[in-house]
């Protein structure tokens, strides 16, 4: 299984960007994913998840600036964020989880927001 994040960068406040994150050696539908974040000093939170039917979760501090999706089709999860503000700086990272084929980790993208 290998997840790669990518779309991370360098951005100023009130700005938009979106993340991806592709999957291989999975079969993608049947894993719920997810979108995690590690601050310096903290520890990894969940920012939001999106289970294979669709149904998803946010974190309260990313409601309505964040929007997660998949695309089936082509094994990729995203991540849409608007209106970043400093505390969303992070290494993100992707998920995939199945109660019965476990979870699994993708490397992270580093997010910087920052006037």
């Known amino acids: 299984v290998q997840l790669q994040a990518s779309g991370g960068g360098l951005v100023q406040p009130g700005e938009s960007l979106r993340l991806s994150c592709e999957a291989s050696?999975?079969?993608?539908?049947?894993?719920?994913l997810g979108w995690y974040r590690q601050a310096p000093g903290k520890e990894r939170e969940l920012v939001a998840r999106?289970?294979?039917?669709?149904?998803?979760n946010y974190a309260d501090s990313v409601k309505g600036r964040f929007t997660i999706s998949r695309d089936n089709a082509k094994d990729t999860l995203y991540l849409q964020m608007n209106s970043l503000k400093p505390e969303d700086t992070a290494v993100y990272y992707c998920?995939?989880?199945?109660?019965?084929?476990?979870?699994?980790w993708g490397l992270g993208t580093q997010v910087t927001v920052s006037s």
């Open positions: 050696g999975v079969i993608f539908s049947i894993y719920a």
């Open positions: 999106i289970t294979g039917g669709g149904s998803a």
């Open positions: 998920a995939a989880d199945n109660p019965e084929l476990g979870f699994y």
